[in-house]
Every structure is written in structure tokens, then in C-alpha cells.
């Protein structure tokens, strides 16, 4: 039963692949998510009108509608550049792509997880530490950033499980992820089922895993935060 039928390595790199495309979707959507807070936070219209529109549009429309259009439109973006500029074409690869469209997609998830986090941080706080004549970014580090992670994280986590699952959207646009390396290995020795419980294992226990992390870095960020009597 637990024969992989030669497909242990090919497996474990699709197994690999799904990690680090995880992690740097995971990192790009934190940046987006960052920008995308504070122009919805910010006092420009045209920035907070830019920011409404994204999350509207990203939120409403279904994440694999989105990734066959995102996917499509990057190569076809990237044609028509490099024809106007009169180079050379160039063809993102599957797991590029993958990264940027994930990132885009899921950067308007946290976008509204930071906004809220933003939100929750008392205004004083940097009014206090601009007071002390902090610059701004050394507030935002200092002062700003740690409270607004503690309120943050558990919408992060969850993010980061839906960004961790949803990779298998990749497999559509030809990635070897743990989706496609289990697919091709059921289809060879017709053993989908297997195949098919196997790649939910392996999920399971990566959401499993980064949960601990996960609970550390709320434990991290709660220090000195008096917990509520129960």
C-alpha cells in the first residue's frame, strides 16, 4: 500500500515546490497586503478609491477565474512590452507566475487583515513616538508594526492556510507541485485514490506544522499583553 511506485522523489520535489511557492506567495501578498492597508488608510481619495477597487474585484471573483486570466495576461503584457521596446521575447515560467498571481491575488486578503490590525492600534501611539522625534519609518518599525501584528497574526494565519491549499491552482497552469506529481503518479498506476489521500496527508501535515510557528509568533507578539480573567 504504501509503494510509491517510483514517484517517492518526484513526490518529495512536488512536495518541495509547493513550500517555496507557499512562502514566497506568502511574502508578496504581506507586502501588497501592507500598501494596499495604508492607501485604504491614507487620506488621498485616489488612493483609497485604487485600494477599494482592488479588494472588490479580487474578493468577488473566484480565485481560479482569476488565476487562468492573471496567468494569460502577465505573458500577454509582457509580449506586448517587449515588442513595443523592440527585444526579444520572454516566457515567464509556470512558478513565477504562479507567485506573482497568487501574491496579487491574495495580497487583497491581507490588505483588509491589516487594514483592521491598523485600525485596532491606538492613534497615540505614534503620535507619542513622532513626539520623541522618531522618524517615521523607525516609529512604523518600532512602535506601530509589533501592535499591529498582534492583532493581525490570527487573520495571517489563516491567510497563510488558504495561500498554503490554494497552490494546487498551479497545476492548471503546468507547475510540478505535489497536486500534479500525485495526479501523474495516479494516472500511471491507477492508484488515484492512493495518490489523491496521500497529497491531502501532505497538507495536512504542512498545516499542521506551520500552525505550531504560527501560535509561536502570536505568543511572540502577545509579550506584556495582559490576558483577559476568565
Not at 34 to 49: E, H, Q
Not at 76 to 90: K, M, P, R, S, Y
Not at 106 to 113: K, L
Not at 182 to 191: I, L, N
Request: no cysteine.
Amino acid at each position: 500500500m504504501f509503494n510509491l511506485a517510483g514517484y517517492g522523489p518526484t513526490i518529495l520535489a512536488g512536495t518541495l515546490t509547493t513550500i517555496e511557492l507557499s512562502v514566497l506567495t506568502l511574502a508578496v501578498s504581506f507586502l501588497i497586503g501592507l500598501i494596499g492597508a495604508s492607501a485604504k488608510l491614507s487620506r488621498s481619495r485616489i488612493a483609497v478609491g485604487v485600494a477599494t477597487v482592488y479588494t472588490t474585484i479580487i474578493r468577488g471573483v473566484p480565485d481560479l477565474v482569476l488565476m487562468l486570466l492573471l496567468f494569460y495576461s502577465l505573458q500577454i503584457w509582457l509580449n506586448d512590452l517587449t515588442d513595443a521596446l523592440g527585444l526579444d521575447q520572454i516566457n515567464l515560467d509556470p512558478f513565477t507566475s504562479g507567485v506573482i498571481t497568487l501574491g496579487f491575488i491574495y495580497g487583497a486578503y491581507f490588505t483588509e487583515t491589516f487594514r483592521g490590525a491598523l485600525m485596532a492600534v491606538p492613534r497615540g501611539q505614534m503620535e507619542a513616538a513622532r513626539s520623541f522625534g522618531m522618524r517615521r519609518f523607525y516609529a512604523f518599525r518600532r512602535i506601530l508594526f509589533p501592535q499591529m501584528m498582534r492583532y493581525a497574526l490570527p487573520g495571517l494565519a489563516n491567510n497563510w492556510q488558504v495561500i498554503l491549499k490554494a497552490t494546487a491552482l498551479v497545476s492548471i497552469i503546468g507547475l510540478s507541485d505535489i497536486i500534479k506529481a500525485t495526479q501523474d503518479a495516479g494516472k500511471a498506476t491507477f492508484r488515484a485514490f492512493f495518490f489523491s489521500v496521500l497529497a491531502a496527508v501532505v497538507y495536512l501535515v504542512l498545516t499542521t506544522a506551520t500552525n505550531g510557528i504560527l501560535l509561536m509568533l502570536e505568543r511572540r507578539y502577545a509579550i506584556g499583553v495582559r490576558k483577559p480573567a476568565l
